[in-house]
């Protein structure tokens, strides 16, 4: 009884509160139906990587070449993962969402990202064992005091059921930033900078790991994490991000 009391309270302080402060579009402040949402006009600025896509890199073809198509790019330098996807492309409105989230701490826009992710790699999450997110290095872990993909991993994980851990992938040293870099000097900067732990490497080892992060750019960090988690014995590694860029990118990350 006192349960069903307790909870029927939760119920109407949440309809008070919603009354005093309506929910605002993530993207433009005006007032939304529900939290951590976007308004009409929002949502039809975003690009979404629905299928068809490349099933190893997740980016988007421009017709159906059938279940497990690959592009000419994965064909000619395939990643060092499985399969990967992404739900937004990088842009304009999907880099609003990401810095809310990585520079503002508004852990709202992460439950959204979250949930497009969820759709997008649906079929990423059922064959996972272990979602596992991109590490910070932990100095700048101390400065934002939060890791944006560790935020995405573990809203993953309570809505597919699947466990999560965020330390057991390790950024064992500093990086200079990637912001600038061209492909080959993004691999350069993190080659050899991740690492699992003894414990992780237990974790890991036979499984399926689910990786994930806010962006991939040019997959060079990604690539790295999936590189570190197969030498560490996990049998396969996915890779699921919020956006895509499909472009040099022009934009800050």
């Known amino acids: 009884m006192e349960l069903r009391l307790n909870a029927v309270a939760s119920h109407v302080w949440r309809g008070v509160v919603d009354v005093l402060t309506p929910s605002q579009c993530l993207g433009c ?3 939304v139906h529900e939290p951590a949402s976007l308004c009409v006009s929002c949502w039809c600025k975003l690009t979404y990587l629905d299928d068809p896509v490349c099933d190893m890199l997740g980016t988007p073809f421009a017709y159906d070449q059938g279940s497990g198509a690959l592009s000419p790019a994965a064909l000619a330098n395939p990643p060092p993962w499985e399969r990967a996807r992404a739900a937004v492309a990088f842009d304009d409105a999907s880099r609003k969402l990401i810095h809310d989230l990585k520079y503002h701490d508004r852990q709202e826009a992460g439950l959204l990202m979250a949930r497009m992710m969820a759709r997008a790699g649906r079929e990423l999450l059922v064959e996972a064992d272990l979602i596992v997110p991109v590490p910070l290095y932990r100095w700048r872990l101390w400065q934002r005091r939060f890791n944006q993909s560790a935020v995405l991993a573990k809203e993953l994980s309570k809505r ?14 500093r990086t200079r930033s990637q912001v600038g870099l061209d492909l080959q000097e993004r ?15 237990a974790l890991v080892a036979g499984k399926t790991i689910l990786l994930v992060d806010d962006v991939r750019t040019t997959g060079a960090t990604s690539g790295a994490c999936a590189e570190a988690l197969r030498t560490a014995g996990a049998a396969k590694v996915t890779l699921l991000s919020f956006a895509l860029v499909l472009a040099p990118a022009k934009f800050h990350i």
């Not at 597919?160 to 040293?173: Q, T, V």
């Not at 350069?188 to 900078?193: E, I």
């Open 29 to 31: 402040g005006q007032p």
């Open 160 to 173: 597919s059921g699947k466990p999560w851990k965020g330390d057991i992938l390790l950024r064992r040293r």
């Open 187 to 201: 691999r350069r900067n993190v080659k050899g900078a991740f690492a699992l732990t003894p414990d992780g490497e």
